[in-house]
């Protein structure tokens, strides 16, 4: 593994950790200078390359949820309780103004459960985007790395069968082989 291969590693576990999704914008553009710099012949080369992009593919699929939403946007806040204390300017009331210990706990759980929720979408919407990027660039690396040779297909789908990613994407990564 060479050192691009280990700070994009080091990055996408950190990702997965931290769920930031800057982690995972560096690593993009940490593999997209990388195959700037893979000359058209070097076979060595565009397959490490793709296999670096197939590995980079993998942390999406298991971070992307498929069943997420993007119409199903977050809302700051929680509704305040029936008995509640000081109000900000934000609508949001201090939960150390609620009198009551079980309705301020009530409270101060809704309130984390709508951040959490804020962060999750952000997170599922920036990687969704990521995606789309990435997948432009592999489109045009294949393009312009690979022709329709059998060798070149066979190369191809070695590295998809030995890639962990889903079968929705391999067949993606498959409509911009050259034919």
């Known amino acids: 593994m060479d050192l691009i291969d280990e700070k994009v590693a080091e990055k996408l576990v950190a990702f997965e950790i931290e769920q930031d999704p800057a982690l995972v914008h560096e690593s993009l553009d940490m593999i997209e200078a990388a195959e700037r710099d893979v000359s058209i012949g070097d076979i060595t080369a565009r397959k490490q ?3 670096q992009r197939l590995r980079f593919f993998a942390v999406l699929d298991r971070n ?7 119409e199903d946007k977050p809302v700051k ?4 309780p029936r008995s ?16 009551d210990p079980a309705m301020r706990a ?12 804020g962060r999750r979408y952000d997170v599922q919407f920036q ?3 990521i995606d789309e990027r990435a997948m432009r660039f592999v489109e045009r690396f294949l393009a ?3 022709s329709e040779s059998p060798t070149d297909r066979q190369e191809l789908e070695e590295l998809l069968s030995a890639a962990p990613i889903n079968d929705a994407r391999k067949k993606q990564l498959r409509s911009f082989f050259p034919k």
Do not use: C, F
Not at 77 to 80: F, L, N, Y
Not at 86 to 99: K, R
């Open 49 to 51: 390359a793709l296999a």
């Open 64 to 70: 992307i949820d498929p069943m997420w939403n993007p």
């Open 77 to 80: 806040g929680a509704a305040p």
């Open 84 to 99: 509640h204390g000081a109000v900000y300017g934000s609508g949001e009331v201090d939960p150390a103004t609620i009198a």
């Open 106 to 117: 009530e409270y101060e759980r809704a309130l984390q459960a709508s951040k959490d929720y």
């Open 127 to 129: 990687l969704r985007r």
């Open 144 to 146: 312009e790395r690979y």
